[in-house]
């Protein structure tokens, strides 16, 4: 689908701005649809960006836990802010949005990887967010 894979780039960038500006995401989410709105140049924001980052954003603390707890030798303000962004999207939609497969998302995840972050990025993020894969039921258990 490539209206999801165009939404997930979306929510990546919108994560990753936020980072880059140390604020909130959904900030910057309603900053890309005031500016989506009026300037014809910039693309819509999808209903699945919004989802994606809105979700996150309810998750932030739970993520950057899990995401701490499990990248071993690595801590989030240590990892290339592209990474750490493209794991916290990840997280998000592999453990808590039940309708898209957990193949697809370290797919799109490992993609996103590629195009954005180094050579060794691709492999760290299969391997943290496959670790999450494994874990979702516990995750998910854990949390409630």
Same mark, same amino acid.
């Given at each position: 689908?490539?209206?999801?894979?165009?939404?997930?780039?979306?929510?990546?960038?919108?994560?990753?701005?936020?980072?880059?500006?140390? /604020?909130?995401?959904?900030?910057?989410?309603?900053?890309?649809?005031?500016?989506?709105?009026? *300037?014809? %140049?910039?693309?819509?924001?999808?209903? $699945?960006?919004?989802?994606?980052?809105?979700? $996150?954003?309810?998750? &932030?603390?739970?993520? #950057?836990?899990?995401?701490?707890? $499990?990248? /071993?030798?690595?801590?989030? #303000? !240590?990892?290339?802010? /592209? *990474? !750490?962004?493209?794991?916290? @999207?990840?997280? $998000?939609?592999?453990?808590?949005?039940? *309708?898209?497969?957990?193949?697809?998302?370290? #797919?799109?995840?490992?993609?996103?990887?590629?195009?954005?972050? &180094? #050579?060794?990025?691709?492999?760290?993020?299969?391997?943290?967010?496959? !670790?999450?894969?494994? @874990?979702?039921?516990?995750? %998910?258990?854990?949390?409630?």
């Amino acid at each position: 689908m490539a209206a999801r894979n165009t939404a997930r780039k979306r929510a990546f960038q919108i994560l990753f701005e936020a980072d880059q500006r140390g /604020v909130d995401v959904q900030t910057v989410l309603a900053d890309w649809i005031r500016h989506s709105r009026s *300037d014809t %140049r910039q693309p819509p924001v999808s209903e $699945y960006t919004m989802e994606l980052v809105e979700g $996150y954003a309810r998750k &932030t603390a739970r993520i #950057d836990e899990l995401i701490s707890q $499990y990248a /071993v030798g690595w801590t989030l #303000d !240590r990892m290339p802010v /592209v *990474d !750490r962004n493209i794991l916290r @999207l990840g997280a $998000y939609e592999l453990v808590w949005v039940d *309708d898209t497969p957990d193949a697809v998302v370290l #797919d799109e995840a490992v993609q996103l990887a590629k195009e954005f972050s &180094t #050579d060794d990025s691709p492999a760290f993020v299969n391997g943290l967010l496959g !670790r999450f894969k494994d @874990l979702k039921p516990t995750l %998910r258990r854990d949390e409630a």
